[in-house]
């Protein structure tokens, strides 16, 4: 079973689909503890 999240926007009623996995991170409190170890997770892996 997977998990999703759907957003939707309210002003133009757009759709957005992603995984419980895509949230988590995204989330902000995620993307600063990694960035305290060094790690980017939003870069490009090469």
């Known amino acids: 079973m997977e998990l999703d ?12 689909y992603a995984t419980l996995g895509e949230v988590v991170l995204n989330h902000p409190a995620v993307v600063s503890l990694f960035h305290d170890y060094g790690i980017d997770l939003r870069s490009v892996p090469r």
């Open 5 to 16: 999240a759907l957003y939707e926007c309210g002003q133009c009623e757009s759709h957005l």
